[in-house]
């Protein structure tokens, strides 16, 4: 497939956004569904939660789809901790986002229903839940029940392209892997970036790199909530760009404990369908054997009329 620049530029756009964004608005508030999407997103959190209950560990990763990531070859951007035992609401997710009214990343407690509207296309996405074993799990629910241990980690600014190895910038999926870094690392020290960032790279962690044409990396320069000053010169001369996204999260994670296990999750208007294990789902949310799907409306019959 050949794809033009200005494709590549939108899902470089889309890719990176914060949290809360719903479009290339970069501060725009959340959409507004109708009725028929709102209940279908209520389907889908109940099956996630459903999912997470029978997984019987505390904690889980939680990822998200977003806009044209496909075209970048990343299908999730977005990535929180859901606790079960979180005081406002059974698995809400621990997040970092990006406060645009103070203009400064925050950390967000937020219930899964709200965390599934997320995604942006109430007609179709995808969510992907990663569990630990025993002992990893029971790590990192003691780091993310601890606000202090949150905040500690938490940069003063803001950048949707942060690079892993620098301190200056954080995006909301540096944010988890530092404080994945800081549940597991067993060694004395200061529980701050600086040594998150070190324990990572010692562990092999390796980012998700993007290779992209230069007039778009020229272009990113632009736009306020991207930054380049932290990046190697050398890579950005190549035109690759380093950063954490979820899916090389969940590598690292797998990696690092071979026994977790994975479970994605995906709607369209008609159904919801689950698969267990790590082979990825079809585009289009196509179920194949072995999956369970959860119907939530009549398939559309094709028309075989020859007229």
């Not at 690079?163 to 690392?185: I, R």
Request: net charge negative; hydrophobic share 40%; aromatic share 8%.
């Amino acid at each position: 497939m050949r794809l033009n620049p200005a494709s590549v530029l939108l899902a470089f756009l889309c890719l990176l956004g914060p949290a809360q964004s719903g479009s290339l608005r970069y501060c725009d508030p959340q959409r507004s569904i109708g009725p028929a999407g709102l209940e279908r997103m209520l389907r889908v959190a109940d099956v996630v939660k459903t999912e997470l209950e029978a997984s019987g560990q505390p904690v889980a990763l939680v990822s998200r789809s977003g806009l044209a990531l496909g075209l970048l070859g990343q299908r999730y951007s977005h990535a929180g901790v859901s606790r079960r035992d979180h005081e406002a609401s059974p698995w809400a997710v621990r997040q970092l986002y990006y406060a645009c009214d103070e203009a400064r990343p925050r950390i967000f407690d937020q219930g899964m229903t709200g965390f599934v509207m997320g995604v942006h296309n109430d007609a179709e996405g995808y969510l992907s839940l990663v569990t630990l074993p025993d002992e990893a799990s029971q790590l990192l629910h003691a780091a993310v029940r601890d606000p202090q241990r949150a905040l500690a980690l938490l940069a003063d600014d803001y950048s949707a392209n942060a690079y892993p190895y620098a301190l200056h910038y954080q995006n909301c999926n540096q944010w988890l892997v530092e404080l994945l870094a800081s549940a597991w690392d067993a060694a004395p020290g200061d529980r701050n970036r600086a040594h998150a960032q070190a324990w990572l790279q010692a562990q092999g962690y390796a980012p998700t790199e993007l290779q992209l044409w230069r007039p778009v990396l020229a272009f990113g320069r632009l736009l306020s909530y991207l930054h380049f000053d932290d990046h190697p010169p050398a890579l950005l001369d190549q035109g690759r760009l380093q950063l954490s996204l979820p899916q090389g999260i969940e590598q690292f994670v797998r990696q690092r404990w071979p026994e977790a296990r994975r479970v994605e999750v995906c709607y369209t208007t008609t159904r919801v369908v689950v698969r267990r294990g790590w082979e990825a789902l079809a585009e289009g949310c196509v179920p194949a054997a072995g999956d369970t799907v959860i119907q939530l409306a009549p398939e559309p019959v094709a028309d075989s009329s020859p007229w």
